[in-house]
């Protein structure tokens, strides 16, 4: 193995991706139930590695060794439980001071053998093939160079045998950004003749699968090679490599839980057949694996199959068929009464079949179609996305919501949008009643994974502060307001979130870690309640990262998680205030936040991360003990009060990701918006060049205000300045603000002319704007 790793850091030397992470690869890049595996974990600072955080159960890890430079990485052993839940784990790395980014390491149910190739040739024909045993999972590398890599294994088959192969190589995603991995493989007998191909599947998208029966006794060989010729980055993969049967589908695709369905298992060379598959009682996807190393994915629903050619539904149900006609479109009859809502969504590309499915609902008598939807969206499907660039196979399936008009029969029509048919075409659509959901999301920017953003990492005696989002789910109803709860806190830690009020789709929430608190990472949700807890609500946490990420934000694999990840880390010598500021921020004014930080002298990054909908800040400012930060509102910031924070970083690290760098936050404060004491209306008016005039403000008070207000015109044409200062105090109906022309300025009409509106109050300078004036410049008069 240690070849191998060597040859990956060779390779890793040159990649420069911005921002940066602090996990960049793990090797090897899985193992089989029941090994240990010491694996190598790559990145930037990483010093004092403490846990290993896996989302899912079956692995531990012990014996962290760091590398020569403990930045940079170190070894750790991961001990595989011998009934470990095959395929992908994610898992983060909790340091003595932060919380990484999320990797993937995958469990096969076979032993897995290494490549170990040094360089390019050395098993790239059948004369040179590597042998191996029959399951098996061949750990390799595409390795870079001017010509192509070949992988060719050899193995011993029976006549009437399986020889099946599964590639994980895209599904790896070894890197965050780059490392296309896009493989084909190929079977062939001892004189190379071809028995099948394969280079994308509908079942794993860019990762091939194949299966043959061998024809006779002997040795048969596997090749693995890029499907088109691009230089790789880091290209592992995992090749499953065995006697297993292959299934493309299943039919039915799932079945009410708790019973067993008599399931026809599709796609395999050697025939179809029939099993009984035993469902569990929980709802949702069900992972069924035969003997295969990855499963077909079935549905597990509180209600009865239908299944083609019986059209007639009693909803709630889930329609099951096969389109295996060219241009075939399946017809189901159901009831429904005026105002049901039912949510209906389809399940086929979801599961692996290879069909586009497109629907359409309309009235039993005719008419037009009511719904008739093809693609979905992620949201649509529960799932965040990322500026609505991401893509996955899922989006390929229709989700619509069917609101009943009338009462009546009611007809469900379903075709591939493109006319495909074939025996493994199998769909399946479920439908429900409609339920009010709202999901928490924490979510990036871009496809990168920012702790600055993203991470809940908390300092023990200190607080940290970021967004949560609220994402309504398509057809929810529930639009009043809500509270946050959290499960599954680790000791010593608490949430405090403000209440979300009607139509906010942002609020801040903030972790607090006692000074005892033990350090730790735990799996957390963040779940949407309302204030009635009468009303239904369903609520869950989700998160999703891109890995072999691409420009424009189209990843090539996209990991979704149902849990947030956060750690409390070893404590930081700093804390930082925030003053509660003693006037109100006023729509379409600016207000300084008094920041005070103790404990440390070195420089910290201010800024708060939440504002409410309406308000900026500037840029981050430097606080050594005391700073301020300017927020501005515009003039649709809507008047209430908000609770907000500011979050202070230390330096140095990358400062786009937040990777090498401590943050915590400040306590809550509240923030207050309100109207501005005093709109005006700026009258239109007219000067000559080379001459004075006026513009006549007309005064509305919407708050009582004391002292004087200053004045000030914005947005004068060039060549056109106000002369003196104009005040006006409360009682004032309207002021004048003296205007000159030069003789030269530019004649014409001018409009989008400002004032601001200058005050003194709690000991600063408040300013805010109004007004929008229009002002013609004229010739003058002795010229015409």
């Known amino acids: ?122 098993n790239d024909t059948i004369a040179t093939a590597k042998p191996i045993p029959m399951n098996v999972t061949v750990e390799g590398q595409i390795l870079p160079g001017p010509d192509p890599d070949i992988d060719v294994y050899r193995v011993l088959a029976r006549q009437g045998q399986h020889i099946s192969v599964e590639v994980e190589a895209a599904r790896l995603g070894t890197l965050h950004y780059g490392g296309e991995n896009d493989l084909a493989v190929r079977i062939l007998d001892q004189n190379g003749k071809e028995l099948g191909r394969d280079d994308d599947s509908a079942l794993y998208v860019q990762d091939p699968v194949l299966s043959v029966i061998a024809p006779a006794g002997g040795a048969y060989y596997v090749e693995i090679r890029q499907q088109i010729y691009d230089p790789p980055r880091m290209a592992w993969y995992r090749a499953h490599i065995g006697t297993f049967s292959r299934p493309t589908a299943i039919f039915p695709a799932g079945g009410e839980a708790g019973t067993a369905i008599s399931a026809r298992i599709l796609g395999d060379p050697a025939g179809e057949r029939t099993e009984s598959i035993a469902l569990p009682q929980a709802t949702g996807n069900f992972n069924y694996f035969g003997d295969a190393p990855s499963p077909n994915v079935l549905r597990v629903s509180p209600y009865p199959n239908v299944i083609w050619p019986a059209n007639n539904a009693a909803l709630p149900a889930a329609l099951n068929g096969i389109l295996d006609q060219p241009g075939a479109t399946h017809i189901y009859r159901f009831a429904a009464k005026k105002g049901q809502a039912w949510h209906v969504r389809v399940f086929a590309r979801t599961l692996g079949a290879p069909v586009d499915p497109r629907i359409w609902i309309r009235a039993a008598n005719g008419g037009r179609n009511l719904v008739d939807a093809d693609d979905s969206r992620l949201p649509d499907l529960g799932r965040p996305s990322m500026r609505g660039t991401w893509h996955v196979k899922d989006q390929e399936d229709p989700v619509a919501v069917f609101h009943a008009p009338a009462d009546g029969e009611y007809l469900l029509g379903i075709a591939d949008t493109t006319g495909a048919a074939g025996p493994d075409h199998v769909y399946r659509v479920e439908i429900e009643p409609l339920r009010d959901t709202i999901y928490t999301h924490i979510t990036m920017p871009d496809g990168y994974q920012l702790p600055r953003l993203t991470g809940l990492i908390v300092p023990q005696g200190n607080r940290w502060t970021l967004d949560v989002q609220l994402a309504p789910q398509l057809g929810n109803t529930y639009k009043g307001d809500l509270e946050l709860a959290a499960e599954g806190l680790p000791k010593g830690v608490t949430m405090i979130a403000p209440r979300v009020t009607k139509g906010l789709l942002r609020a801040p929430v903030q972790f607090a870690a006692a000074d005892d608190a033990p350090p730790a990472a735990a799996l957390i949700r963040i779940l949407a309640r309302p204030v009635d807890p009468s009303v239904p609500l369903q609520s869950g946490s989700r998160q999703a990262f891109a890995l072999i990420n691409r420009p424009g934000e189209l990843p090539w694999h996209c990991v979704f998680l149902d849990r947030y990840a956060l750690a409390v880390v070893d404590p930081v010598p700093f804390h930082v205030t925030l003053v509660p500021p003693a006037v109100p921020l006023m729509q379409g004014s600016d207000l300084i936040l008094q920041v005070r930080v103790e404990g440390t002298g070195a420089p910290l990054e201010v800024q708060p991360d939440w504002l409410p909908p309406g308000v900026s800040h500037d840029p981050a400012v430097t606080v050594r003990k005391e700073g301020a930060i300017r927020i501005q509102a515009n003039d649709k910031a809507a008047p209430g009060v908000y609770r907000i924070a500011v979050n202070a970083s230390t330096t140095g690290g990358d400062a ?86 030069d003789p030269d300025a530019l004649a014409g009409m001018y409009t989008g002319i400002s004032c601001e509106i200058e005050f003194q109050e709690g000991g600063q300078t408040i300013r805010s704007h109004s007004g929008n004036g229009a002002l013609r410049v004229d010739l003058p008069r002795s010229s015409l």
């Open 1 to 122: 193995m240690l070849r191998v790793v060597l040859i990956a850091a060779v390779c890793a030397c040159s990649l420069t991706a911005e921002p940066r992470h602090m996990v960049d690869y793990l090797l090897p890049r899985g193992g089989g139930v029941g090994a240990t595996v010491t694996a190598e974990i790559h990145g930037s600072f990483l010093e004092n590695p403490r846990e290993i955080l896996f989302y899912g159960s079956g692995i531990t890890a012990s014996d962290f060794v760091p590398f020569s430079r403990p930045g940079d990485g170190f070894k750790v052993k991961f001990h595989i439980a011998p009934d470990c839940p095959v395929g992908e784990h994610v898992l983060r790395v909790r340091t003595a001071t932060s919380l990484s980014d999320a990797v993937t390491f995958w469990v096969s149910r076979f032993p897995t053998e290494y490549e170990f190739e040094d360089k390019p040739g050395q």
């Open 656 to 741: 786009y990701s937040g990777v090498g760098r401590s943050r915590v936050s400040s306590e809550f404060v509240e923030l207050r918006i309100a109207e501005p004491y005093l709109s005006l209306d700026l009258q239109r008016t007219s000067v000559e060049r080379g001459k004075r005039g006026e513009i006549v403000a007309v005064v509305k008070v919407n708050r009582p205000f004391e002292g004087k207000a200053k004045l000030t015109l914005r947005q004068l044409p060039r060549g056109v300045r106000q002369v003196g200062t104009a005040e006006i105090a409360a009682r004032d109906k309207e002021a004048v603000l003296h205007i000159e022309a």
